[in-house]
Protein backbone atom coordinates (compact mmCIF):
# COMPACT_ATOMS: atom_id res chain seq x y z
CA UNK A 1 0.00 0.00 0.00
CA UNK A 2 1.66 3.35 0.75
CA UNK A 3 0.51 6.83 1.80
CA UNK A 4 1.42 10.40 0.79
CA UNK A 5 1.75 13.74 2.61
CA UNK A 6 2.85 16.97 1.56
CA UNK A 7 2.82 21.02 2.32
CA UNK A 8 2.73 24.35 0.70
CA UNK A 9 3.82 27.26 3.66
CA UNK A 10 5.07 30.28 3.92
CA UNK A 11 7.19 28.86 6.86
CA UNK A 12 10.17 26.46 6.63
CA UNK A 13 7.52 22.62 6.95
CA UNK A 14 10.19 20.19 7.68
CA UNK A 15 9.18 19.11 10.65
CA UNK A 16 5.06 19.35 10.19
CA UNK A 17 5.97 17.01 7.09
CA UNK A 18 8.20 14.75 9.17
CA UNK A 19 5.24 13.57 11.37
CA UNK A 20 2.62 13.53 8.94
CA UNK A 21 4.78 11.36 6.72
CA UNK A 22 5.71 9.67 9.97
CA UNK A 23 1.62 9.07 11.22
CA UNK A 24 1.32 7.36 7.83
CA UNK A 25 3.72 4.44 8.46
CA UNK A 26 0.76 1.86 9.15
CA UNK A 27 0.40 1.97 5.32
CA UNK A 28 3.50 0.38 4.62
CA UNK A 29 7.18 -0.45 5.50
CA UNK A 30 9.64 -0.91 2.81
CA UNK A 31 10.91 2.52 1.69
CA UNK A 32 10.38 6.35 2.88
CA UNK A 33 10.99 9.13 1.63
CA UNK A 34 10.69 13.21 1.32
CA UNK A 35 11.42 15.58 -1.04
CA UNK A 36 11.82 19.70 -0.61
CA UNK A 37 11.76 22.70 -2.33
CA UNK A 38 13.89 25.99 -1.01
CA UNK A 39 13.84 29.13 -2.95
CA UNK A 40 17.74 29.34 -2.68
CA UNK A 41 18.66 25.77 -2.67
CA UNK A 42 15.75 24.31 -5.16
CA UNK A 43 14.27 20.59 -5.17
CA UNK A 44 16.37 18.34 -2.81
CA UNK A 45 15.22 14.33 -2.02
CA UNK A 46 16.13 11.81 0.81
CA UNK A 47 14.87 8.20 0.41
CA UNK A 48 15.79 5.39 3.01
CA UNK A 49 15.11 1.38 3.79
CA UNK A 50 12.57 1.28 6.74
CA UNK A 51 11.98 -2.37 6.87
CA UNK A 52 14.07 -3.22 9.57
CA UNK A 53 13.74 0.53 11.45
CA UNK A 54 10.83 2.89 11.37
CA UNK A 55 10.28 5.77 9.64
CA UNK A 56 10.92 8.30 12.19
CA UNK A 57 14.19 6.68 13.39
CA UNK A 58 15.44 6.60 9.58
CA UNK A 59 14.85 10.74 8.96
CA UNK A 60 15.64 11.86 12.46
CA UNK A 61 18.66 14.02 10.95
CA UNK A 62 16.71 15.18 8.09
CA UNK A 63 16.53 18.71 9.57
CA UNK A 64 20.46 18.95 9.20
CA UNK A 65 20.33 18.19 5.49
CA UNK A 66 17.19 19.50 3.88
CA UNK A 67 15.07 22.62 4.14
CA UNK A 68 11.73 23.85 2.77
CA UNK A 69 8.27 25.91 2.60
CA UNK A 70 7.50 23.24 0.36
CA UNK A 71 7.67 19.85 1.34
CA UNK A 72 6.41 16.12 0.18
CA UNK A 73 6.74 12.98 1.85
CA UNK A 74 5.85 9.17 1.62
CA UNK A 75 5.59 5.91 3.26
CA UNK A 76 5.82 3.35 0.34
CA UNK A 77 5.29 -0.44 0.28
CA UNK A 78 7.01 -0.98 -3.17
CA UNK A 79 9.33 1.27 -4.58
CA UNK A 80 12.15 4.00 -3.94
CA UNK A 81 9.86 7.04 -4.17
CA UNK A 82 9.81 10.03 -4.35
CA UNK A 83 11.34 10.37 -7.51
CA UNK A 84 13.23 13.61 -8.88
CA UNK A 85 12.63 13.87 -12.38
CA UNK A 86 13.91 16.64 -14.95
CA UNK A 87 11.46 16.54 -18.22
CA UNK A 88 10.11 19.48 -20.75
CA UNK A 89 7.39 20.12 -18.12
CA UNK A 90 10.42 21.42 -15.56
CA UNK A 91 11.85 19.99 -12.82
CA UNK A 92 9.89 18.12 -10.18
CA UNK A 93 9.36 15.62 -7.30
CA UNK A 94 6.54 12.47 -7.81
CA UNK A 95 5.33 10.20 -5.43
CA UNK A 96 2.66 7.83 -6.81
CA UNK A 97 0.31 5.35 -4.50
CA UNK A 98 -1.53 2.90 -6.13
CA UNK A 99 -0.41 -0.52 -8.72
CA UNK A 100 0.12 0.01 -12.39
CA UNK A 101 -0.30 -3.83 -13.77
CA UNK A 102 -0.39 -3.00 -17.45
CA UNK A 103 3.47 -1.34 -16.54
CA UNK A 104 4.93 -3.93 -19.37
CA UNK A 105 3.08 -2.50 -22.30
CA UNK A 106 3.69 1.22 -20.69
CA UNK A 107 7.28 0.79 -20.21
CA UNK A 108 7.36 -0.64 -23.92
CA UNK A 109 5.10 2.04 -25.23
CA UNK A 110 7.56 4.47 -23.31
CA UNK A 111 10.54 3.53 -25.18
CA UNK A 112 9.34 4.04 -28.32
CA UNK A 113 9.58 7.57 -28.18
CA UNK A 114 12.91 8.88 -29.33
CA UNK A 115 15.02 9.79 -26.17
CA UNK A 116 13.12 8.28 -23.11
CA UNK A 117 14.86 5.04 -21.19
CA UNK A 118 14.46 4.15 -17.63
CA UNK A 119 16.92 3.47 -14.77
CA UNK A 120 16.55 0.03 -14.83
CA UNK A 121 16.82 -1.75 -11.01
CA UNK A 122 17.36 -5.31 -10.25
CA UNK A 123 16.12 -7.34 -12.63
CA UNK A 124 15.40 -4.82 -15.20
CA UNK A 125 12.42 -3.75 -13.19
CA UNK A 126 11.28 -0.17 -13.66
CA UNK A 127 10.35 2.17 -10.72
CA UNK A 128 6.48 2.53 -10.96
CA UNK A 129 6.32 6.32 -10.05
CA UNK A 130 9.05 6.85 -12.62
CA UNK A 131 6.82 5.39 -15.30
CA UNK A 132 3.74 7.14 -14.01
CA UNK A 133 6.41 10.60 -14.71
CA UNK A 134 7.22 9.00 -18.14
CA UNK A 135 3.70 9.38 -18.84
CA UNK A 136 2.84 12.73 -17.59
CA UNK A 137 5.77 14.03 -19.14
CA UNK A 138 4.06 12.84 -22.62
CA UNK A 139 1.60 15.65 -22.68
CA UNK A 140 1.90 19.40 -22.48
CA UNK A 141 0.89 20.41 -18.96
CA UNK A 142 0.76 18.67 -15.38
CA UNK A 143 -3.36 18.46 -15.56
CA UNK A 144 -2.98 17.07 -19.11
CA UNK A 145 0.21 14.65 -18.14
CA UNK A 146 -1.63 13.51 -14.86
CA UNK A 147 -4.79 12.85 -16.78
CA UNK A 148 -3.23 10.91 -19.46
CA UNK A 149 -1.52 8.62 -17.10
CA UNK A 150 -4.65 8.15 -14.93
CA UNK A 151 -6.73 7.20 -18.34
CA UNK A 152 -4.53 4.67 -19.54
CA UNK A 153 -2.87 3.01 -16.00
CA UNK A 154 -4.64 -0.26 -15.63
CA UNK A 155 -5.13 -0.15 -11.68
CA UNK A 156 -5.02 3.05 -9.08
CA UNK A 157 -2.69 6.12 -9.23
CA UNK A 158 -3.07 8.58 -7.05
CA UNK A 159 -0.45 11.55 -7.82
CA UNK A 160 1.28 14.15 -5.47
CA UNK A 161 4.14 16.32 -7.36
CA UNK A 162 6.30 19.00 -6.04
CA UNK A 163 7.58 21.99 -8.43
CA UNK A 164 10.46 24.10 -8.83
CA UNK A 165 8.67 27.00 -8.22
CA UNK A 166 7.15 25.36 -5.00
CA UNK A 167 3.93 24.58 -5.87
CA UNK A 168 2.46 21.11 -4.86
CA UNK A 169 -0.11 19.17 -7.60
CA UNK A 170 -2.40 16.69 -5.98
CA UNK A 171 -4.66 14.16 -8.32
CA UNK A 172 -6.73 12.04 -6.49
CA UNK A 173 -7.15 8.52 -9.21
CA UNK A 174 -10.02 8.77 -11.48
CA UNK A 175 -12.16 6.26 -9.82
CA UNK A 176 -11.30 7.30 -5.83
CA UNK A 177 -10.16 3.88 -4.92
CA UNK A 178 -8.54 5.56 -2.40
CA UNK A 179 -8.50 9.46 -0.41
CA UNK A 180 -6.80 12.52 -1.02
CA UNK A 181 -7.65 15.02 1.94
CA UNK A 182 -6.62 18.95 2.02
CA UNK A 183 -6.12 20.77 4.88
CA UNK A 184 -5.24 24.73 5.86
CA UNK A 185 -3.36 26.79 8.71
CA UNK A 186 -2.75 30.37 8.99
CA UNK A 187 0.30 29.39 6.85
CA UNK A 188 -0.32 27.50 3.82
CA UNK A 189 -1.96 24.15 2.40
CA UNK A 190 -1.40 20.77 3.22
CA UNK A 191 -2.40 17.70 1.62
CA UNK A 192 -2.50 13.80 2.69
CA UNK A 193 -3.83 10.42 2.50
CA UNK A 194 -4.91 10.35 6.07
CA UNK A 195 -7.06 13.33 7.30
CA UNK A 196 -5.75 12.57 10.93
CA UNK A 197 -2.27 13.51 10.49
CA UNK A 198 -2.73 16.69 9.44
CA UNK A 199 -5.29 17.74 12.13
CA UNK A 200 -3.16 16.44 14.87
CA UNK A 201 -0.72 18.89 13.33
CA UNK A 202 -3.02 21.50 13.49
CA UNK A 203 -4.61 22.08 10.34
CA UNK A 204 -8.71 22.32 9.30
CA UNK A 205 -10.20 20.27 6.93
CA UNK A 206 -10.74 22.22 3.91
CA UNK A 207 -11.87 19.09 1.81
CA UNK A 208 -11.40 15.92 -0.18
CA UNK A 209 -11.23 15.09 -3.37
CA UNK A 210 -13.46 13.41 -5.69
CA UNK A 211 -12.67 11.11 -8.32
CA UNK A 212 -10.40 12.42 -10.64
CA UNK A 213 -10.38 15.75 -9.50
CA UNK A 214 -6.89 17.92 -9.61
CA UNK A 215 -5.65 20.78 -7.72
CA UNK A 216 -2.89 23.24 -6.93
CA UNK A 217 -1.61 24.66 -3.51
CA UNK A 218 0.33 27.23 -2.70
CA UNK A 219 0.94 28.92 0.50
CA UNK A 220 -2.11 31.25 -0.16
CA UNK A 221 -4.40 28.86 -2.35
CA UNK A 222 -5.76 26.22 -3.27
CA UNK A 223 -7.21 26.16 -7.48
CA UNK A 224 -9.08 22.69 -8.79
CA UNK A 225 -7.31 22.21 -12.16
CA UNK A 226 -9.78 19.72 -12.70
CA UNK A 227 -13.04 18.81 -11.75
CA UNK A 228 -14.11 15.69 -10.00
CA UNK A 229 -15.94 13.19 -12.32
CA UNK A 230 -19.15 11.37 -10.87
CA UNK A 231 -17.97 7.79 -10.81
CA UNK A 232 -16.44 6.29 -7.96
CA UNK A 233 -15.27 3.10 -6.64
CA UNK A 234 -13.49 3.74 -3.23
CA UNK A 235 -12.38 0.25 -1.82
CA UNK A 236 -14.49 -1.20 1.23
CA UNK A 237 -11.41 -2.92 2.62
CA UNK A 238 -10.38 0.66 3.89
CA UNK A 239 -12.87 0.38 6.53
CA UNK A 240 -12.95 -3.30 7.26
CA UNK A 241 -8.99 -3.77 7.19
CA UNK A 242 -6.21 -0.53 6.67
CA UNK A 243 -7.52 2.33 7.08
CA UNK A 244 -6.33 3.17 9.96
CA UNK A 245 -9.18 3.53 13.36
CA UNK A 246 -9.12 7.07 13.61
CA UNK A 247 -9.51 7.81 9.84
CA UNK A 248 -12.45 8.96 8.15
CA UNK A 249 -13.22 8.52 4.44
CA UNK A 250 -16.05 9.78 2.31
CA UNK A 251 -17.27 10.98 5.74
CA UNK A 252 -17.27 7.43 7.68
CA UNK A 253 -14.95 7.24 10.54
CA UNK A 254 -13.30 3.59 10.40
CA UNK A 255 -13.53 2.54 14.61
CA UNK A 256 -17.11 3.62 13.67
CA UNK A 257 -17.95 1.22 11.17
CA UNK A 258 -15.97 -1.54 12.83
CA UNK A 259 -18.40 -0.87 15.81
CA UNK A 260 -21.09 -1.21 14.01
CA UNK A 261 -19.79 -4.29 11.12
CA UNK A 262 -19.28 -6.41 14.27
CA UNK A 263 -23.09 -5.54 15.82
CA UNK A 264 -24.12 -6.87 12.36
CA UNK A 265 -22.17 -10.17 12.29
CA UNK A 266 -23.76 -10.60 15.84
CA UNK A 267 -26.97 -10.27 14.93
CA UNK A 268 -26.86 -12.62 12.37
CA UNK A 269 -25.48 -15.18 14.51
CA UNK A 270 -28.31 -14.40 17.10
CA UNK A 271 -30.78 -14.91 14.14
CA UNK A 272 -29.69 -18.20 13.24
CA UNK A 273 -29.14 -19.73 16.57
CA UNK A 274 -25.75 -19.52 17.03
CA UNK A 275 -25.88 -19.25 20.72
CA UNK A 276 -22.58 -20.86 21.20
CA UNK A 277 -21.29 -21.54 24.95
CA UNK A 278 -18.76 -18.30 24.58
CA UNK A 279 -17.05 -17.59 27.96
CA UNK A 280 -15.08 -14.16 26.20
CA UNK A 281 -15.11 -12.28 22.51
CA UNK A 282 -11.81 -10.78 21.50
CA UNK A 283 -10.40 -9.77 18.82
CA UNK A 284 -7.67 -10.53 16.83
CA UNK A 285 -5.47 -7.70 16.88
CA UNK A 286 -5.34 -4.92 16.23
CA UNK A 287 -7.59 -4.16 13.29
CA UNK A 288 -10.11 -7.49 14.18
CA UNK A 289 -10.49 -5.75 18.08
CA UNK A 290 -13.15 -3.19 17.38
CA UNK A 291 -14.82 -6.03 15.50
CA UNK A 292 -15.04 -7.57 18.36
CA UNK A 293 -15.83 -5.42 20.31
CA UNK A 294 -19.07 -4.35 18.42
CA UNK A 295 -20.00 -8.28 18.65
CA UNK A 296 -19.30 -8.84 22.28
CA UNK A 297 -21.39 -5.13 22.84
CA UNK A 298 -24.81 -6.39 20.98
CA UNK A 299 -24.19 -10.45 22.60
CA UNK A 300 -23.72 -9.13 26.03
CA UNK A 301 -20.81 -11.64 25.65
CA UNK A 302 -17.77 -10.15 27.65
CA UNK A 303 -14.98 -8.25 25.67
CA UNK A 304 -11.03 -9.59 26.47
CA UNK A 305 -8.34 -9.65 25.51
CA UNK A 306 -6.96 -13.07 25.71
CA UNK A 307 -3.38 -12.90 24.51
CA UNK A 308 -1.47 -9.70 23.85
CA UNK A 309 0.74 -8.52 20.98
CA UNK A 310 3.96 -7.63 22.27
CA UNK A 311 5.02 -4.69 19.71
CA UNK A 312 7.79 -2.31 21.33
CA UNK A 313 10.58 -4.04 19.49
CA UNK A 314 8.82 -6.08 17.19
CA UNK A 315 8.42 -5.02 13.40
CA UNK A 316 4.87 -5.80 11.56
CA UNK A 317 4.53 -8.94 11.46
CA UNK A 318 4.18 -8.98 7.55
CA UNK A 319 7.75 -7.22 7.22
CA UNK A 320 9.78 -10.07 6.10
CA UNK A 321 9.44 -11.29 2.95
CA UNK A 322 9.14 -15.13 3.64
CA UNK A 323 5.84 -16.02 5.21
CA UNK A 324 7.68 -18.36 7.22
CA UNK A 325 9.81 -15.88 9.21
CA UNK A 326 6.43 -13.74 8.88
CA UNK A 327 4.59 -15.98 10.95
CA UNK A 328 7.61 -17.10 13.76
CA UNK A 329 7.53 -13.68 13.87
CA UNK A 330 3.84 -13.20 14.75
CA UNK A 331 3.54 -15.90 16.80
CA UNK A 332 6.66 -14.90 19.28
CA UNK A 333 4.76 -11.52 19.72
CA UNK A 334 2.00 -13.00 20.94
CA UNK A 335 2.11 -13.37 24.88
CA UNK A 336 -0.90 -15.11 26.76
CA UNK A 337 -3.02 -13.97 29.56
CA UNK A 338 -3.80 -17.65 30.65
CA UNK A 339 -6.72 -16.97 33.03
CA UNK A 340 -8.38 -16.26 30.32
CA UNK A 341 -7.76 -18.22 27.55
CA UNK A 342 -6.93 -21.90 30.10
CA UNK A 343 -10.42 -23.79 29.68
CA UNK A 344 -12.56 -20.78 28.11
CA UNK A 345 -14.77 -21.21 25.15
CA UNK A 346 -13.42 -17.93 22.86
CA UNK A 347 -14.71 -16.29 19.86
CA UNK A 348 -12.37 -14.13 18.32
CA UNK A 349 -12.86 -11.92 15.02
CA UNK A 350 -10.60 -11.24 12.55
CA UNK A 351 -10.75 -8.34 10.00
CA UNK A 352 -10.40 -10.80 7.27
CA UNK A 353 -8.92 -14.04 6.66
CA UNK A 354 -6.63 -14.23 3.38
CA UNK A 355 -4.52 -16.94 3.47
CA UNK A 356 -4.88 -18.38 7.11
CA UNK A 357 -1.06 -18.86 7.63
CA UNK A 358 -0.66 -16.67 10.60
CA UNK A 359 -4.18 -17.22 12.04
CA UNK A 360 -3.84 -21.00 11.77
CA UNK A 361 -0.30 -20.04 14.32
CA UNK A 362 -2.57 -18.11 16.42
CA UNK A 363 -5.34 -21.28 17.16
CA UNK A 364 -2.08 -23.19 17.51
CA UNK A 365 -0.90 -20.98 20.38
CA UNK A 366 -4.54 -20.69 21.69
CA UNK A 367 -5.14 -24.57 22.21
CA UNK A 368 -1.34 -24.58 22.83
CA UNK A 369 -1.66 -22.54 26.27
CA UNK A 370 -5.44 -24.08 26.92
CA UNK A 371 -8.27 -22.94 25.16
CA UNK A 372 -11.04 -25.40 25.18
CA UNK A 373 -12.87 -24.43 22.16
CA UNK A 374 -12.13 -21.21 19.78
CA UNK A 375 -14.74 -20.05 17.31
CA UNK A 376 -13.90 -17.53 14.61
CA UNK A 377 -15.97 -15.09 12.62
CA UNK A 378 -14.08 -12.56 9.81
CA UNK A 379 -15.56 -8.91 9.47
CA UNK A 380 -15.60 -9.34 5.61
CA UNK A 381 -16.68 -11.95 3.07
CA UNK A 382 -14.53 -14.90 2.00
CA UNK A 383 -11.76 -13.16 -0.01
CA UNK A 384 -11.96 -14.97 -3.38
CA UNK A 385 -9.87 -12.43 -5.80
CA UNK A 386 -6.42 -10.75 -5.16
CA UNK A 387 -6.79 -6.84 -5.12
CA UNK A 388 -5.97 -5.63 -8.80
CA UNK A 389 -5.86 -1.93 -7.81
CA UNK A 390 -4.11 -1.52 -4.49
CA UNK A 391 -0.54 -2.76 -3.72
CA UNK A 392 -1.36 -3.76 0.06
CA UNK A 393 -0.88 -7.54 -0.33
CA UNK A 394 2.01 -9.80 -0.77
CA UNK A 395 -0.45 -12.57 -2.96
CA UNK A 396 1.18 -12.87 -5.63
CA UNK A 397 -1.85 -15.32 -7.02
CA UNK A 398 -5.16 -15.86 -6.30
CA UNK A 399 -4.31 -19.23 -4.98
CA UNK A 400 -2.36 -17.63 -2.36
CA UNK A 401 -5.96 -17.07 -0.97
CA UNK A 402 -7.23 -19.72 1.56
CA UNK A 403 -10.58 -20.06 0.05
CA UNK A 404 -9.97 -20.51 -3.54
CA UNK A 405 -7.78 -22.96 -2.18
CA UNK A 406 -10.42 -24.99 -0.49
CA UNK A 407 -12.41 -24.75 -3.68
CA UNK A 408 -10.15 -26.46 -5.58
CA UNK A 409 -9.60 -29.11 -2.88
CA UNK A 410 -13.35 -29.80 -3.19
CA UNK A 411 -14.14 -29.75 -6.66
CA UNK A 412 -11.09 -29.06 -8.52
CA UNK A 413 -11.19 -26.29 -11.45
CA UNK A 414 -14.86 -26.90 -12.05
CA UNK A 415 -15.29 -25.15 -8.79
CA UNK A 416 -14.47 -22.21 -9.25
CA UNK A 417 -16.89 -21.71 -11.56
CA UNK A 418 -19.28 -21.41 -8.56
CA UNK A 419 -17.78 -19.19 -6.81
CA UNK A 420 -20.59 -16.61 -6.06
CA UNK A 421 -22.06 -20.01 -4.10
CA UNK A 422 -18.77 -20.80 -1.88
CA UNK A 423 -19.12 -16.89 -0.86
CA UNK A 424 -22.84 -17.42 0.45
CA UNK A 425 -22.62 -19.58 3.56
CA UNK A 426 -26.37 -20.54 2.81
CA UNK A 427 -25.91 -22.56 0.37
CA UNK A 428 -24.89 -26.77 0.21
CA UNK A 429 -21.00 -25.37 -1.52
CA UNK A 430 -21.10 -22.63 0.98
CA UNK A 431 -21.20 -24.80 4.43
CA UNK A 432 -18.56 -27.25 2.55
CA UNK A 433 -16.00 -24.52 2.11
CA UNK A 434 -16.50 -23.33 5.39
CA UNK A 435 -16.64 -26.71 7.30
CA UNK A 436 -13.56 -27.61 5.34
CA UNK A 437 -11.81 -24.13 6.43
CA UNK A 438 -13.10 -25.25 9.94
CA UNK A 439 -11.17 -29.07 10.02
CA UNK A 440 -8.00 -27.26 8.43
CA UNK A 441 -7.70 -24.56 11.55
CA UNK A 442 -9.40 -26.49 14.45
CA UNK A 443 -12.07 -23.90 14.88
CA UNK A 444 -15.21 -24.48 16.49
CA UNK A 445 -17.21 -22.53 14.21
CA UNK A 446 -16.84 -20.29 11.62
CA UNK A 447 -18.43 -17.02 10.00
CA UNK A 448 -17.70 -14.65 7.21
CA UNK A 449 -19.89 -11.45 7.26
CA UNK A 450 -22.06 -11.14 3.98
CA UNK A 451 -20.84 -8.67 1.48
CA UNK A 452 -24.72 -6.52 2.00
CA UNK A 453 -23.28 -6.74 5.85
CA UNK A 454 -20.44 -4.64 5.05
CA UNK A 455 -22.02 -2.15 2.93
CA UNK A 456 -24.49 -1.30 5.11
CA UNK A 457 -21.54 -0.80 8.19
CA UNK A 458 -19.93 1.63 6.15
CA UNK A 459 -23.02 3.59 4.85
CA UNK A 460 -21.94 4.35 1.22
CA UNK A 461 -24.01 3.34 -1.90
CA UNK A 462 -23.24 -0.10 -3.16
CA UNK A 463 -22.53 1.32 -6.91
CA UNK A 464 -19.23 3.73 -5.37
CA UNK A 465 -17.33 0.76 -3.38
CA UNK A 466 -14.82 -1.06 -5.04
CA UNK A 467 -16.03 -4.74 -3.69
CA UNK A 468 -13.55 -6.34 -6.34
CA UNK A 469 -11.72 -8.57 -3.56
CA UNK A 470 -14.90 -10.21 -2.73
CA UNK A 471 -16.61 -10.67 -5.82
CA UNK A 472 -14.59 -10.42 -8.96
CA UNK A 473 -17.03 -7.47 -10.20
CA UNK A 474 -15.05 -4.11 -11.52
Same mark, same amino acid.
Given at each position: MGGFFGIASKQDCMVDVFFGVDYHSHLGTRRGGM? *??? #????? &??????IENSPFRTKFEHIFDEMKGTSV?????????????????????? %?????????? #? +?? %?? /??????????? +?????????? =??????INQKDSFVEGIQYAQSVIEGTANILLLTDDGKLIAARDRLGRIPVQIGRNEDGYCVSFEEFAFTKLGYEKVKELGPGEIVELTSESMTQLAAPGEEMRVCAFLWSYYGYPTS????????????? @?????? =?????????? /???????????????????????????????????????????? *?KQADRNKI *???? &????? =?? %???? @????????????? &?????????? =???????????????????? #??? @?????????DLISRRVIVELEGEEGLKHIDEYADGNTERGKAMRKNICEKFKFASLGFQTLDGVINSIGIDKCKLCTYCWTGKE
Open positions: A *AYD #KEIGL &QRRIHNIGCISDSDPQPMLIRSKLGTYA %ITTVGIINNY #K +AL %IE /ECLAHNGVYFD +AMTGGKVNST =ELAAALTYEGVNVEAMRYR @NGAAIA =ERDMAQGRSM /EIDYVGGVPDSGTPHAIGYANRTGKPFARAFIKYTPTWARSFTP *A *AKMK &QIPVH =EL %ITGK @NLLFVDDSIVRGT &QLRETVEFLY =ENGAKSVHMRSACPPIMYGC #KYL @NFSRSTSDM
